[in-house]
């Protein structure tokens, strides 16, 4: 009879042919002593946020032999409200609970010798790790399995929807639930790690070592191409997979392209979409570049020029969306990406937002603080009198007409803190929110406060970037320079919000010398608008630019440019070129 087909991938180990020794035949999986490991933390940043809760499961042969659970006391951070929500875990329960000093040392004599296993283990081990470091505790580098990444090699598509811990333990029926509690989540994930282990035991991996080389699908397909990767150039570039009609497939950037490629032949790179590119390509083309900031640059120009099928992000630029006012008079909000709706709009627009459903997200919250209309009905004030309210306006929900608001005067009026808002003035909506997160969580709806939060920071993020672009984007020219990533000195010249030429020097020596060299062969860039046709620089090419000058030294500019990080904007004249520094 023959066996299962594997849905995975068996790294070789080169004993195929020999005799098996018992040091080779490796552990069997019923010998392991594994510790499931789960924590409660009050953020997600292992360095800056800290543990609440510890909970950790010990098994063997398929039973529980211990369990450890403990509430920490932060030392220097909050539990917010949304996280009290979320794990049931206030201040007022870890007030008396001991500090992660004392209960660290003796969780890791619980989890000594054993392998620990945790569900997004790069989360719960780098905080655990993080703690050792910060404490001076000798961190063991105990041998890791992570429940996601085992789910990921066996379960497909077809069975789970996605690899949470909570589909996981619906799937496979656990007796526990996972409740955000730290021991809970441990026991459900002790329970899940068993079920994989069973259907792994059915594919032949029944020892440590074994589950160890398992491998994503197409990993043996993909070393067989690693020979693609000879040749690649160790230095800052872009490089392009082709496929065999020289197509591109897949565009990155690195600062180191022969250690980034060779990467993607290795067990490293997991990812199920690069794994179906790399099986397809059949080719590596690289385009070197000055630095790591040329490289980034010159990435999202060709990725907005070529659309490679295998890469997701800074695709079809164009297609950024914004928040609107409809040309009405009695004007609505709406998400839009065309030209003519951002041209219509009686206000600026909102934007641009990296995707629709961050642009729906602010839409929603400015309906929420402003009485604006929201039903799509154009309503004008020959209409008025055939005009019914919307279903919307029954939970007061839709302001104008709806409203009985029927003069557009008067309507403008009620909705000027919304203009404001999109004008630039974000007072009105700083307040709006303030007041409805202080009500939602008066009322304890903490999840539906954090929405709100989480809306006004989009909006004022997106506001902040489009405004530096516009900045910048004004600006005829600029030089600077900033130290490299590795050793010397980056040169840049920007002109208009556009990377017009870079190089890299080895010393800061003679920089004038080498801008004098630079800036000769940069690009000629035109005044936003100036020329006809897609001459303006992306958007995000602008913003990267933006944010290396926040770390960079000017040397001189033609324009006006602050740098928002200083505290004082310095403002250069707009007559001429100015000298700003000189690091001879």
């Given at each position: 009879m023959s066996s299962p087909a594997t849905p995975f991938d068996r790294a070789p180990h080169g004993l195929e042919h020999t005799q098996l020794s018992l040091a080779d035949i490796g552990t069997p999986l019923?010998?392991?002593?594994?510790?499931?490991?789960?924590?409660?933390?009050?953020?997600?940043?292992?360095?800056?946020?800290?543990i609440t809760e510890i909970g950790a499961v010990k098994l063997r042969g398929g039973e529980v032999i211990g369990e450890f659970q403990s509430l920490v006391k932060p030392e220097h951070s909050v539990i917010s409200p949304f996280v009290a929500q979320l794990t049931g875990i206030t201040h007022a329960m870890v007030d008396d609970a001991p500090s992660i000093r004392s209960v660290l040392p003796s969780f890791l004599e619980f989890a000594v010798g054993a392998v620990l296993v945790a569900h997004n283990a790069p989360f719960d081990i780098g905080f655990l790790r993080s703690a050792c470091e910060r404490l001076d505790y000798h961190w063991p580098q105990p041998q890791v399995l992570d429940t996601v990444t085992l789910s990921r090699r066996v379960l497909g598509r077809d069975?789970?929807?996605?690899h949470k811990l909570g589909t996981l333990a619906a799937h496979f029926g656990t007796e526990v639930e996972p409740d955000h509690r730290a021991?809970?989540?441990?026991?459900?994930?002790?329970?899940?790690l068993h079920r994989l282990l069973e259907r792994f035991g059915g594919f032949?991996?029944?020892?440590?070592?074994?589950l160890a080389t398992v491998r994503q699908s197409g990993w043996a397909k993909r070393q067989a191409k690693a020979h693609l990767a000879k040749g690649v150039p160790a230095e800052p570039g872009v490089y392009m997979f082709l496929d065999g009609t020289r197509r591109v497939l897949y565009i990155g950037k690195s600062g180191n392209m022969a250690r980034r490629v060779r990467g993607y032949f290795n067990a490293s790179e997991n990812r199920g979409r690069m794994a179906e590119m790399v099986t397809a390509a059949q080719e590596v083309t690289c385009l070197p570049c000055a630095?790591?900031?040329?490289?980034?640059?010159?990435?999202?120009r060709l990725i907005g020029e070529l659309a490679p099928p295998y890469n997701r992000r800074s695709k079809n630029p164009e297609r950024n969306s914004w928040v609107v006012l409809s040309d009405?008079?009695?004007?609505r909000l709406s998400v839009a990406r065309s030209t003519s709706a951002l041209e219509r709009s009686p206000a600026p627009p909102l934007g641009p937002f990296r995707s629709r459903k961050s642009a729906q997200a602010v839409k929603d919250l400015l309906e929420t603080l402003f009485p604006v209309k929201r039903c799509t009905a154009k309503v004008t004030v020959a209409t008025l009198d055939r005009h019914r309210a919307c279903v919307s306006a029954q939970v007061g929900q839709c302001g104008g007409p709806c409203a009985g608001v029927h003069d557009p005067e008067v309507y403008r009026e009620r909705i000027a803190g919304l203009v404001g808002a999109l004008s630039g003035d974000f007072s009105s909506l700083r307040a709006h929110s303030g007041d409805r997160m202080a009500r939602l969580a008066a009322e304890a709806r903490y999840e539906t406060a954090a929405e709100v939060r989480d809306g006004m920071r989009t909006a004022l993020a997106t506001a902040s970037r489009a405004e530096t672009v516009a900045r910048l984007a004004a600006v005829e020219e600029i030089q600077a320079w900033a130290p490299g990533s590795e050793s010397g000195v980056d040169l840049v010249v920007i002109r208009h919000g556009k990377l017009a030429a870079a190089a890299h020097r080895s010393t800061t020596a003679g920089l004038d010398s080498g801008f004098a060299a630079l800036t000769p062969t940069a690009e000629w860039v035109p005044a936003p608008g100036a020329v006809p046709g897609p001459n303006d620089p992306l958007p995000e090419e602008t913003r990267m630019l933006a944010q290396w000058l926040e770390s960079a030294q000017l040397w001189s500019t033609t324009g006006a440019w602050s740098m928002p990080h200083r505290g004082a904007a310095f403002h250069a004249q707009a007559s001429g070129a100015v000298r700003l520094g000189d690091a001879t």
């Open positions: 019923y010998e392991v002593t594994f510790v499931v490991v789960d924590l409660e933390t009050t953020g997600t940043r292992a360095g800056s946020s800290e069975e789970v929807r996605n021991l809970s989540d441990a026991r459900a994930t002790g329970e899940v032949g991996i029944t020892t440590l070592e074994e630095h790591v900031l040329e490289a980034e640059v010159r990435e999202v009405e008079e009695f004007p």
